[in-house]
């Protein structure tokens, strides 16, 4: 069965990091682009960060965080990682790990993902 | 990039078809076949309906489909059930940004 397993969220203060991870399992995960998505309280999904499978490993960010957070990936364990520093009150989601499907226009198979709150 | 534009909500009665939609531009629905839909429940992990305008993966109900006129993109649910409450989001491969965008989003109230 594929399955994806986010962790690492929690309380953190203005200004402050986090890094999330990304269990994966049920598929062969190094082939395939991964993607970091949220959804702040009330408020819709926002594609957050995603890095290309294949070896490539080319990364991609939304403006909002650009500069911010660094997403990378470590094949030999099957884990997908989004550093998130200099962290922000907007900042504050869901934040979902996400499979891309072939063709990488789509999200096959997603994590329940894991809460990140930014408060003092 | 701003969002794709969605209804906020709609509703409708057990048995009935409903149809969500998504509007966008020709830098993304419209110039592209590369439309998703995903459907969230509380606490569930998001689950993929449709993908490339109106694919169904494996195990979603064949009461779900999808099409595209134009810049805007359907999702239609056919006989409408209570365990098709839940949120909907539209997604558009887009040349605007690097990543794909979403809809606005739509809440299916079963009646």
């Known amino acids: 069965e594929v399955q994806l397993l986010e962790s690492g969220g929690g309380l953190v203060q203005p200004g402050g990091s986090l890094r999330l991870s990304c269990a994966a399992s049920?598929?062969?995960?190094?082939?395939?682009?991964m993607s970091w998505v949220r959804q702040a309280p009330g408020k819709g999904l926002e594609g957050v960060s995603a890095?290309?499978?294949?070896?490539?490993?080319?990364?991609y960010y939304a403006d909002s965080v650009k500069g911010r957070f660094t997403i990378s990936r470590d094949n030999s364990k099957n884990t997908l990682y989004l550093q998130m520093n200099s962290l922000r009150a907007e900042d504050t989601a869901v934040y979902y790990c996400a499979k891309d499907g072939l063709g990488g226009a789509q999200y096959d198979v997603w994590g329940q993902g894991t809460m990140v709150t930014v408060s003092s | 990039q701003s969002a794709l534009t969605q209804p906020a909500s709609l509703s409708g009665s057990p048995g009935q078809s409903i149809t969500i939609s998504c509007t966008g531009t020709s830098s993304d629905v419209g110039g592209y076949n590369y439309v998703s839909w995903y459907q969230l429940h509380p606490d569930k992990a998001p689950k993929l309906m449709i993908f490339e305008v109106s694919n169904r993966p494996s195990g979603v109900s064949n009461r779900f489909s999808g099409s595209k006129s134009g810049n805007t993109a359907s999702l239609t649910i056919s006989g409408l059930q209570a365990e098709d409450e839940a949120d909907y989001y539209c997604s558009s491969y887009t040349t605007s940004t690097t990543l794909n965008v979403f809809g606005t989003g739509t809440k299916v109230t079963v009646l």
């Open positions: 049920g598929f062969r995960f190094s082939s395939y682009a």
């Open positions: 890095i290309s499978g294949g070896g490539y490993d080319s990364t």
